[in-house]
């Protein structure tokens, strides 16, 4: 789709910060690129989001931004939703802020199915504050604070999310762009919460840290790893341990968060009037 980028871009806020060869510019691309397939007029759209690298993307972009505090932004992103309900919101989060962080926030969004769509760059560290382990640093791995290899198990923000009750549950990976185009449109069209889980590359604080020396062996794992959902249901345990499964994987109608807060409104304003 050729359309001008810098239509969208705070060209006076640029260049970003973004080491070169980091992935968070693929992703930004891809959110850009679907709110453009959206035909979403820019003042009707908001980006929000809390700390960390991914959470510079608002700055960059030119719509209505909130650049918040640390694993809050899903909390100052529903408190929009509910007073402006025509506005498109979108939540760029890391792993550590939407997960760790903000862990409680996410729970509670997903079950509550609020119209709004967070797209979390899980990169698999803390990349800003140098390289510590994260909820999803995958067990064994090496990092700034886990220089022996982490012990803990990564939490699977895909299997979170459809537990929790999110509507819209995906993952893609920055390798494949084609698929995060779409699975961004889909998510973007959802009428409810959805999760977008993207499996991007911080190579600067993790990659080399773990035999992957550039950017490009970072995506090559998931050119390599990764499986449609699909597909990843058919292969064996063993074979399972060696996949990534990405694709859409769950997705369902509920009631959304916002129009029933309006049905209680309407009720509460007949009572009043009795
Ligand atoms: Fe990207 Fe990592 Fe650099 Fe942050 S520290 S900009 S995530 S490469």
Redesign the pocket.
Known sequence: MAFDYNFYLRENHLPHI??PG?S?GIVAKGIIRAVHKMGWEKDDLVIVSGIG?ASRLPGYVDANTLHTTHGRALAFALGIKIIKPYLKVIIVSGDGDALAIGGNHFLHACRRNIDINLIIFN?KVY??TGGQTSPTTPFGSFTSTGPYGNVEHELDPVAVGVAAGATFVARTTAYHVMQMDKIFTQAFEHKGFSVVDVSCD????YGRKNAMKNPVDMLDVYRKKCVKYEKYQELSDEEKKEHIPIGIFHRETRPEYVDELQLIKERAMKELKK
């Open positions: 973004w080491c980091c968070h690298c990169n990349g800003m911080c190579w600067t604080t």
